[in-house]
């Protein structure tokens, strides 16, 4: 039965189809749904790994034990997950592995804008790419027919467009091919000697690819008006489409690396005018360029941010719909911290103490917003005790006394313990905050190793953070609780203090997590208020200033009484009315 399915529910659907037996991801947007969706299925084992590069490893081996695999991650992610990918592509596979990567044009939730074709033509694997639902559970389970056919990797590329949106599928029934495993030492031990024996392989396969591409279903021409004919794929299609309806000619691309010659000539001769529509970087241009085309594209379009409807068509010469607009102008609303946030209170006294920090990525990367505005630093998962490291070695003793960096539980599992050893092992004075909410909370709540439950939430390995940091060297390890401003700051001054390396545990569940208990909301004894604003200071979205007072919305408000620490006329009272 036909049904609307978002783009990663039928990539989900499409691995499960398709016999997928293993699936390990780390979470990431907009790939996250993908995993999820397929935990549902009792049939296939699921898991959040540590990090993308685990992922794709317990992918690997088990592919290698002759059972279908797949991970996903979104476009950063594959960054971390290249090292084993590289050379995945010189071992083939024995049962089928898909590995999905989820890129983020516009940065909706991304610290960079990346073209994952990059890796895949670098990587020298097929890559697929759909441009709605229904595509996305056809090209699943293709990926897996061409991932054995030609003993492969493959990637499966998805945007947050297709990857959140809802189309049309018919889902099919499952069949579940398993291969036995063979001892093959020059295939999957990639010692030199056997790498260079690998790499004609490698360049083989290449070729019959590019073969394929030329007549593969996924690539295909639509042909309108031969006045104009565009080269497009993924949601860029969508666009098209919309536009121009079959008024132009179209060469739908549906598999992204390797790009097809003669199709493209084909195609090309057929038209006046050839112009390619692709978000972000100019790799099928380029490649048209290097067939010799005369074509179109990155002159005309933009090489940043997301295509709309009316992005195209302006580029393209349509006139396009008038932009709506409405009569007033609405106020700005930056993210925030949630109220009840346990970060908060970290943050402000940071700030407070006039401390340099260092970043890590999540949602505590809002640290960095006004009010708080105590961040100063965010590259990539990990990377903020590494930089504390090196910080702190060139800034010696006079950075060592203000200087610290947070990282969230599960980005501290994810690539912080590496940094942590380091610091250790070199020995910087550096005094490392782990924002422990005992969730992945910027993902949308999933496990992790420190949380004691799996992707199914049933009761999983726990890893002991106070004992993991005592374990790697660290005499100086203290649990605090963020609610408590005084303590908070108390500890920091301590360890900033101290002639050695150190760990604060900031611990506090995410306040939105179902389990966390809400406390009475907290009310403003305007008699009392002075109108001072030092409760602003923390940035609560349940806290606003009306006629020159402090004002709670009840509705936001979870009681963590944060804010009472810092009135001080204890304006703030409690409403006695707990969550039941």
């Known amino acids: ?11 989900a659907r499409g691995l499960y189809e398709a016999g997928c037996c293993f699936a390990s991801s780390y979470p990431g947007t907009p790939s996250t749904e993908v995993t999820e969706e397929l935990a549902k299925y009792d049939e296939v084992y699921c898991e959040w790994a540590p990090n993308e590069k685990v992922a794709m490893e317990g ?8 059972y279908r695999s797949f991970c996903a991650m979104k476009h950063v992610g594959l960054n971390v997950a290249a090292d084993p990918l590289y050379t995945m592509s010189y071992t083939g596979v024995n049962a089928g592995l898909v590995v999905v990567v989820a890129d983020d044009a516009g940065m909706h939730s991304s610290q960079n804008e990346q073209d994952s074709r990059h890796h895949a033509i670098a990587a020298k694997l097929p890559m697929l790419e759909p441009s ?3 595509e996305a559970l056809e090209f699943t389970k293709l990926a897996y027919e061409i991932s054995e056919k030609f003993d492969t990797p493959v990637l499966l590329k998805m ?3 297709v990857a959140h949106s809802q189309s049309v599928v018919e889902p099919g029934e499952r069949s579940v091919p398993v291969r036995s495993y063979e001892k093959n030492i020059a295939k999957y031990v990639m010692m030199p000697g056997n790498a260079k024996k690998r790499h004609p392989i490698v360049e083989e396969r290449t070729r019959l690819l590019k073969e394929y591409a030329e007549s593969a279903p996924v690539n ?3 042909m309108g008006g031969t006045q104009l004919g565009i080269i497009t794929s993924s949601t860029s299609y969508q666009y098209v489409t919309e536009v121009f309806g079959d008024s132009v000619s179209i060469l739908k691309i549906g598999m992204a690396n390797p790009l097809p010659d003669q199709l493209i000539l084909d195609f090309a001769s057929k038209v006046d005018r050839l ?12 490649h048209c360029r290097a067939l010799g085309l005369d074509v179109q594209g990155k002159d005309i379009l933009p090489i940043i941010g997301e295509f709309s409807q009316n992005l195209v068509a302006k580029a393209l010469g349509k006139e396009a719909p008038k932009d709506l607009s409405l009569s007033e102008t609405l106020p700005m609303r930056p993210p925030v911290m949630c109220p009840g946030c346990p970060h908060r209170g970290l943050f402000y006294t940071l700030k407070k103490l006039g401390c340099t920090v260092l970043g890590d990525i999540g949602c505590y990367t809002l640290g960095a917003v006004a009010p708080l505005a105590s961040m100063e630093m965010t590259l990539c998962m990990g990377a903020s005790i590494s930089a504390l490291h090196g ?7 006079e950075s060592e006394k203000h200087t610290v960096c947070v990282i969230g539980d599960s980005t501290f599992m994810h690539s912080g313990m590496t940094g942590l050893a380091n610091v250790a092992y070199n020995q910087s004075n550096s005094t490392v905050i782990i924002l422990d909410n005992s969730i992945t909370g910027m993902t949308g709540h999933q496990q992790n190793p420190t949380t004691g439950y799996n992707i199914k939430g049933d009761p999983a390995g726990k890893i002991n953070l106070e004992a993991l940091c005592r374990a790697m060297g660290y005499n100086r390890v203290t649990v605090v609780d963020p609610y408590d401003l005084k303590a908070c700051e108390s500890v920091i001054k301590e360890e900033l203090a101290a002639a050695e390396p150190s760990v604060i545990i900031s611990r506090r569940p995410c306040a939105l997590l179902k389990y966390v208990k809400r406390k009475a909301a907290l009310r403003v004894n305007t008699d009392k208020c002075v109108g001072c604003k030092s409760c602003m200071k923390i940035g609560c979205p349940a806290i606003s200033m009306k006629n020159g007072k402090a004002r709670v919305d009840a509705t936001l408000c979870v009681g963590c009484g944060v804010c009472t620490q810092m009135c001080r006329v204890g304006a703030f009272e409690s409403t006695g009315k707990e969550e039941a």
Do not use: H, Y
């Open 1 to 11: 039965m036909k049904q609307l399915m978002l783009g990663n529910k039928a990539v």
């Open 59 to 66: 992918a690997f081996g088990a592919s290698l034990a002759g």
């Open 132 to 134: 709605d639902s229904a």
């Open 159 to 161: 945007c947050t467009r």
């Open 220 to 222: 295909r021409v639509e």
């Open 275 to 286: 112009v390619v529509v692709e978000e972000l970087d100019p790799i099928m241009e380029n």
């Open 391 to 397: 910080f702190n070695k060139m800034g010696g003793e």
